[in-house]
């Protein structure tokens, strides 16, 4: 079973700064990675699949990279509509088995 | 444009069944895979499981296996997750999710309001 692991678990940055968020999964998912931001009381929407392509209608601030074990979502220069929680998570083929990391709460500092 | 829309929260007894939906639109239902997540108070994703419409094709997460029910009516684009016998531990906010896949890749898109279900005796 893959484990994805996301650091750190709270990340306090301040607006217009940048955020560096990491994924690490227990062995090779290839580029087969997502990224999710869940707002409060929200569900999940999808920022980056395939590890670095973006969404539909999200903002060029937002980006993926990495592949094979490490993965990293970087928000170049952060609105307030930013803060929340993010999600990696990844797809094995088979048998399909989608694994989510635990999450990274982004706060205002 | 896109979505799924699921049936609203319900408050159940412990040992009850209870069987929640999701309905597609703005799309071919049949042609897409979806699949549950479950998030638990103050907790992350799970994936619970998957189902294809279009021939009701199912796959479990091991976690899940035998714990819920998928399944799919295609006539109304409506999928499903059901439980025989509730648990004070299925209280959670259960999502529908659409599966897109592009070669090996897999991903959630968009994703239902959610279902909140409630456990308590």
């Known amino acids: 079973e893959i484990v994805m692991t996301q650091s750190p678990a709270t990340l306090s940055v301040s607006p217009g700064e940048r955020a560096t968020l990491s994924c690490r999964a227990s062995q090779s998912v290839s580029s087969n990675l997502a990224w999710y931001q869940q707002k409060p009381g929200q569900a999940p929407r999808l920022l980056i699949y395939?590890?670095?392509t973006r969404a539909t209608g999200i903002p060029a601030r937002f980006s993926g990279s990495g592949s094979g074990t490490e993965f990293t979502l970087t928000i170049s220069s952060l609105q307030s509509e930013d803060f929340a929680v993010y999600y990696c998570q990844q797809y094995n083929n088979w048998p399909p088995v989608y694994t989510f990391g635990q999450g990274t709460k982004l706060e205002i500092k | 444009e896109v979505q799924l829309v699921q049936s609203g929260a319900e408050v159940k007894k412990p040992g009850e069944s209870l069987k929640i939906s999701c309905k597609g639109s703005g799309y071919s239902f049949t042609s897409y895979w979806i699949g549950w997540v479950r998030q638990m108070p103050g907790k992350g994703l799970e994936w619970m499981g998957i189902i294809y419409p279009g021939d009701s094709d199912t796959r479990y997460s091991p976690s899940f296996q035998g714990q819920v029910t998928i399944s799919a009516d295609k006539s109304i684009s409506t999928a499903y997750l059901q439980w025989s016998s509730l648990k004070a531990s299925d209280t959670a906010m259960y999502y529908c999710?659409?599966?897109?896949?592009?070669?090996?890749?897999?991903?959630?898109?968009?994703w239902g309001q959610g279902t909140l279900v409630t456990v308590s005796s």
């Open positions: 395939g590890a670095s």
């Open positions: 999710a659409r599966v897109v896949i592009t070669g090996t890749s897999n991903w959630f898109d968009p």
